[in-house]
């Protein structure tokens, strides 16, 4: 850490702070994203996650990964700065003033581009919100925080957990249903929604309204302005069976918008998707051998002692306070549940509303809001002891669990996706007539070369 010198801190994240600092060698500006490290073995393999994925990230469109180490009780992640900040706060900004098309296009094209690479390595970000989506100051996109990122392989798509933002997750994982590339495209859509609107596409007052939207597909069309390709798109991305929505291989490559968006991107940024299955495919014996062996090694050890980084940045912190339903509420927790209010999305500015719990306005929307339809078996039993939070926030969702919502998440949560693997109902009136396996990927077996990059990464130091 000697490396560095701290120019500020930049924010305070769910896992730890996040920190502007300079190489004192190049001069150049990194963040350094610090993590709690948990004492828990199984804890601390998942906190380690986020570095080596990240670090095996190398794309135009993605943070860029410089190095990682440890000291005392922290993982510290330097990785590129984007000093454009966030495309929540541009989006923020912008106020009423309508983003040009060409902008969306080309921020859109980009943030495929580095999402497409993602998927190439069979891994999913599961986190894609515009508030993981940075700017550098020449207006480049960057997909980053990849704290909830996860190796995928076919069993994992029936995994029981999901880790998530509530306003961004796709249908599949309210439903218990299989995950894959698909629910990326569909929090992807989510952006591309509020870069044409300024607004969130599933605006809703309580949990459950939120989710019935979205495992309804119901959002308010673009306005009739815009360009027909694009209301196609998001039509397409919002898909409610992830067979029918397209992945990013074909929205960059056969879909209608494919050409307006090539014209938007530098030819490197565009892989080709066998290129990608050559370099970067897992399998689950792969998998396995990973797993391994971030459990038996850590990263780089370092202290921090002399260094300028060490002033104020051990002092302790407490785990961010988790607001619950009291617990015995007084109305049934479905009808609470109901009449909650969500964190309005109103001009993308809501999710600072925490939930305080039931108000006297909650009581008052009760009267107001009914429901037009009862939601599924399913759905109730998720929301039936789910915790009141934002909804904007990053959340464990844990799917078949007497615990369906955790979160927002202020330590590294288990992501046990080697549990029993839940049966999968297919629910066959929602499959519509262009359902398309060839085009999820994920399901090939194909040698990797990640162990390589991982055991080059430890046995440097
Ligand atoms: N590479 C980066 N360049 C510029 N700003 C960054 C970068 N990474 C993170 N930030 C900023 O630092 C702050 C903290 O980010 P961090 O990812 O640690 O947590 P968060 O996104 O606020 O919360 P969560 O942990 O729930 O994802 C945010 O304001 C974010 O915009």
Request: glycine share 4%.
């Amino acid at each position: 850490m000697e490396t560095y010198s701290l120019l500020k801190v930049i924010g305070e994240g769910s896992f730890g702070r996040a920190l502007l600092v300079r190489c004192k060698s190049s001069n150049a500006k990194y963040v350094v994203k610090e993590i709690q490290l948990p004492k828990n073995r199984t804890k601390l393999e998942n906190s380690r996650r986020e570095a080596i994925l990240l670090s095996r990230m190398k794309h135009p469109n993605i943070v860029a990964f410089r190095e990682a180490f440890e000291a005392e009780d922290l993982l510290c992640i330097v990785m590129e700065y984007c000093s454009g900040g966030d495309l929540l706060q541009r989006i923020r900004h912008q106020n009423t003033t309508q983003f040009c098309v060409d902008e969306i296009l080309k921020w859109f094209a980009q943030m495929c581009a580095g999402a497409k690479h993602i998927h190439d390595k069979q891994v999913l970000h599961r986190d894609l919100k515009s508030k993981n989506i940075f700017l550098t100051d020449n207006g480049e996109v960057k997909l980053g925080d990849f704290g909830s990122a996860c190796i995928l392989n076919s069993s994992k798509a029936y995994a029981q957990t999901y880790v998530g933002t509530p306003y961004y997750v796709a249908p599949e994982i309210w439903e218990n249903k299989p995950y894959n590339n698909k629910s990326d495209v569909w929090s992807l859509g989510c952006v591309l929604y509020e870069l044409c609107t300024l607004r969130h596409p599933f605006q809703a007052p309580s949990w459950k309204s939120l989710i019935l939207k979205v495992c309804r597909g119901a959002y308010p069309p673009l306005p009739n302005h815009l360009l027909y390709e694009l209301q196609y798109l998001v039509k397409q991305m919002f898909k409610t069976n992830p067979k029918d929505r397209p992945s990013l291989h074909t929205i960059l490559t056969s879909h209608r918008v494919s050409r307006l968006l090539h014209s938007h991107l530098p030819s490197q940024a565009i892989e080709l998707k066998e290129q990608g299955r050559r370099t970067g495919r897992w399998n689950r014996e792969e998998g396995k051998k990973v797993a391994n062996l971030l459990g038996e090694r850590s990263l780089i050890k370092t202290s921090f002692e002399g260094t300028e980084l060490t002033e104020g940045r051990f002092e302790s912190r407490e785990p961010g306070h988790r607001k619950q339903w009291a617990a015995e509420p007084s109305d049934t927790v479905l009808q609470v549940l109901a009449n909650a209010s969500l964190a309005s999305s109103d001009s993308m500015a809501s999710d600072n509303q925490a939930l305080t719990g039931v108000s006297e306005e909650s009581k008052d929307s009760r009267q107001r809001r009914q429901w037009e339809r009862e939601p599924p078996e399913r759905l109730l039993s998720l929301l039936e002891k789910a915790r009141l939070n934002r909804a904007f926030s990053t959340f464990l969702i844990n799917r078949g669990d007497d615990d369906p919502l955790v979160g927002p998440l202020s330590q590294p949560q288990r992501d046990s996706t080697d549990g029993p693997e839940p049966e999968v109902a297919v629910d066959e009136d929602r499959l519509q007539p262009r359902s398309d396996d060839e085009d999820t990927d994920f399901e090939e077996e194909s040698p990797c070369d990640w162990i390589d990059e991982v055991e080059k990464m430890f046995s440097k130091h």
